[in-house]
């Protein structure tokens, strides 16, 4: 990511979220809504990092240049942190994130509202565990907020699914890579399946590699790439709905 | 001013319903349980402290024991210590029941100086506290004459309490223990073996302090010691004795006294919006603004109330600053309780920083950089210092100090992130574990890479992996030159899950090294 902050427009372009994946970005209509919630899953109990780590990629890929918000639960961070080396090497620039650590949920939650509404801010990635706080009611607020201020909202969950206001809701899990040389491991892989769809089919899912040098996504397995993204059930990815 | 009955007095306010028979805090040392404080009833009656709690029961059988607590007797110091910012800034503690008060230019704003020792122990008194307090040219000097100068029982006024003096001659006449004792915690001026040193100076009839400063420094020295020369020094004022005061000086400091206390927190609020606008028009007038404005709340018993807000970028906007008061107070876990009233009420500005400086260079120019600050500066009085944070790395090869996180109003140098080679994957995990979580490894090989290991009672087999990465401990920092090396492996398991997982010593540094895992990538 090129930290060179030009001078963003009065009325900022709101260009979608894209992948990056040709395909992938096409089905959706260039990618995801900016001013509108979206919502990641860990599809299992195990995948609540690369959840996390897609959602900010995808936060940090978009057109504005402005600090992204990423909001955690104090308590759920315990005795983690992120690490800002690792995130250099994946390509997000340290210096744009801010990180806000909320004592409890309901204080992320309010935290999060502030920060929706503040157009300076290019997107707030949050990461909420299964508080019962976030309901149906906090993220149509959320949501809302978003729309009026066009900063995109990433919100990234635990648990069964709940019902929400967000526009695509997304079930994320870590993929064994393409081996380099000496069995090492490569790109990362991470599975993604759009499970829930406001403006669109959902029960699609993809393999994607994350290149840190070109800032984008792209299929992990080029051959089958169509057919997964026509495909749906019986694709190696289908396993994510469960 | 010294609080020889500070432990004992302590519990009996914490427990009112204590019947007023003598009191005695113990400690168990080895396998005796020995006095560590006493109530004055105690004292009276002939115990003393080290004596056993046996022998104690044995001479005074109604006597009540209690834990001593000395964090807590410290703890309750430092209130006390705050609380007497009142009188002047530079106010110290010397623990383990002193409290130092550098009054110079302050005591006329009190009616002179015994009149605010006075009203200080008048204040403890409140708090059922008793103090002995001393009016001296030096600290040390003030300390000594508080601890001893009733022992030949002529300095004492009316009350017993105050002592006072000038020049050295009341220190003269001091005995020897004075010397020997109350200046013992104080950094710097450490006796080795003072019990040693007090029977030496005795068995040389040395007993007052007259006597010793009366003898030739070299030889003083070279018999008993430097250190008792230099204390010898310190309390006749010949050598410095700074004091360390509690907290720096702020930039800008207004107050309003009250000789009513305000009794709600709302009244002093209107106070506190009435001091801020002092503030600002003082930073105007310096053409600055505040990076961190503090009120100090003052209870008539001698309590102190300190609510802080940081600003991101310097502010001189009273309604600005007086909202982020407002969340900060509706934020706090035990709201403020006003008890008695407040009879001071403080506004102190301690950083000050040019208005209109840069903090983050944005896009969209200074109009979305103060919209960002704003929200930092919201997010941060609500949720409290040091929430709100950004991210910085360091030129470290240690893992851990590599890469942090810092309060938002911290200013880190640029960091230079290492790039990436073409096609690899990140050389470091996105989530660093702090500390390192232990996990069972299990090689095929004792040096070799590790197979498969367990965490959070699951196995993951491991499908690939890169490493070693051979990162050295710190030795050179290190006093024994010693310290392990981690061998770092980036691993993944059979359904893509990435670790970063390090043994803890080669086999050459530990028979058994242990494996962790330190941090995730996905």
């Avoid at chain 1, 195990?46 to 990423?70: F, H, K, S």
């Amino acid at each position: 990511m090129s930290p060179a902050l030009g001078a963003r427009p009065a009325q900022p372009s709101l260009r979608p979220l894209g992948f990056g994946e040709p395909g992938l970005d096409a089905r959706l209509d260039g990618g995801l809504q900016a001013a509108a919630l979206h919502e990641f899953y860990p599809a299992r109990p195990d995948d609540g990092v690369a959840a996390m780590v897609v959602a900010l990629l995808l936060a940090a890929r978009n057109g504005r240049t402005g600090p992204l918000l990423w909001l955690v639960e104090a308590r759920a961070m315990r005795g983690v942190r992120p690490y800002a080396p690792g995130l250099a090497a994946l390509g997000i620039d340290p210096a744009r994130l801010l990180l806000v650590r909320a004592p409890d949920a309901l204080a992320l939650l309010r935290a999060a509202a502030d920060a929706v509404a503040c157009p300076a801010l290019s997107a707030v990635v949050l990461r909420c565990g299964r508080s019962p706080a976030f309901g149906l009611t906090a993220s149509r607020r959320l949501a809302l907020a978003a729309a009026r201020s066009g900063v995109s909202v990433l919100a990234v969950r635990e648990g069964e699914p709940a019902p929400s206001a967000a526009s695509t809701r997304w079930g994320v899990m870590a993929q064994p890579s393409r081996a380099l040389a000496a069995d090492a491991p490569g790109l990362p892989v991470f599975g993604v399946e759009l499970l829930r769809c406001r403006a669109g089919r959902p029960g699609f899912s993809m393999q994607l590699e994350w290149n840190g040098e070109e800032h984008s996504f792209r299929t992990a397995n080029p051959g089958s790439a169509a057919a997964r993204v026509a495909g749906g059930a019986g694709s190696p990815g289908s396993a994510i709905a469960a | 001013m010294l609080l020889p009955g500070l432990p004992a007095e302590r519990v009996r306010q914490a427990a009112p319903s204590l019947p007023d028979t003598p009191l005695a805090l113990t400690v168990t040392s080895g396998n005796a349980v020995r006095l560590a404080a006493l109530d004055s009833h105690a004292a009276a009656a002939g115990l003393a402290v080290g004596m056993t709690l046996a022998d104690a029961r044995a001479l005074l059988p109604e006597l009540q024991v209690q834990a001593h607590d000395p964090a807590a007797d410290l703890a309750l110091l430092e209130a006390l210590a705050d609380g007497c910012g009142r009188y002047t800034p530079m106010v110290a503690v010397a623990p383990p029941a002193g409290l130092l008060l550098d009054i110079t230019g302050a005591a006329h704003l009190a009616g002179g100086e015994a009149a605010l020792a006075g009203d200080l122990l008048k204040r403890l008194a409140r708090m059922g506290l008793s103090g002995r307090a001393a009016l001296a040219d030096n600290p040390a000097a003030a300390l000594a004459l508080a601890g001893f100068a009733d022992s030949d029982g002529t300095e004492w006024d009316g009350d017993g309490l105050v002592a006072q003096a000038d020049g050295p001659s009341a220190v003269l006449a001091l005995p020897i223990a004075a010397l020997l004792g109350p200046l013992v915690a104080v950094p710097g001026l450490e006796l080795d073996n003072p019990d040693a040193l007090a029977l030496a100076l005795r068995r040389a009839g040395l007993r007052s302090v007259a006597l010793v400063a009366g003898q030739p420094r070299a030889a003083l020295a070279a018999r008993l010691g430097d250190a008792l020369v230099h204390r010898l020094d310190v309390l006749l004022g010949a050598a410095a004795f700074p004091l360390q005061p509690r907290w720096p000086e702020p930039e800008i400091l207004v107050e309003a006294r009250f000789a009513q206390p305000l009794l709600t927190v709302p009244a002093a609020l209107k106070v506190v919006e009435g001091l801020v606008v002092r503030a600002c028009l003082n930073l105007s007038e310096r053409g600055a603004g505040g990076r961190a404005f503090e009120a100090l709340l003052y209870r008539a018993d001698g309590a102190l109330a300190r609510v802080r807000v940081d600003t991101a970028a310097a502010q001189r906007a009273p309604a600005a600053i007086m909202r982020l008061f407002g969340e900060r107070l509706a934020a706090l876990n035990d709201p403020l309780d006003p008890g008695f009233g407040y009879d001071l009420v403080r506004l102190a500005v301690p950083v000050l920083a040019p208005l209109g400086e840069e903090q983050l260079a944005l896009d969209g120019g200074a109009l979305a950089a103060g919209e960002l600050l704003g929200l930092v500066d919201r997010l941060t009085a609500r949720l409290g210092p040091g929430r709100v944070r950004r991210l910085a790395g360091a030129d470290s090869h240690v893992p851990e100090q590599a890469g942090f996180d810092l309060p938002f109003t911290a200013r880190p140098d640029a960091t230079a992130w290492a790039a990436q080679a073409p096609g690899e994957p990140p050389e470091r995990p996105a989530l660093l574990f702090d500390p390192p979580q232990p996990v069972e490894v299990m090689a095929e090989v004792p040096d070799g890479p590790p197979r498969r290991f367990r965490w959070h009672r699951r196995l993951h087999d491991i499908v690939r992996a890169e490493g070693p990465e051979r990162i050295a401990a710190e030795w050179w920092r290190r006093a024994d030159g010693q310290g392990l090396t981690r061998d770092y492996y980036r691993v993944e398991d059979s359904s893509g899950g990435r670790f970063w997982l390090f043994r803890h010593g080669l086999y050459e540094e530990r028979r058994i090294p242990g494996w962790f895992v330190h941090g995730r990538f996905a």
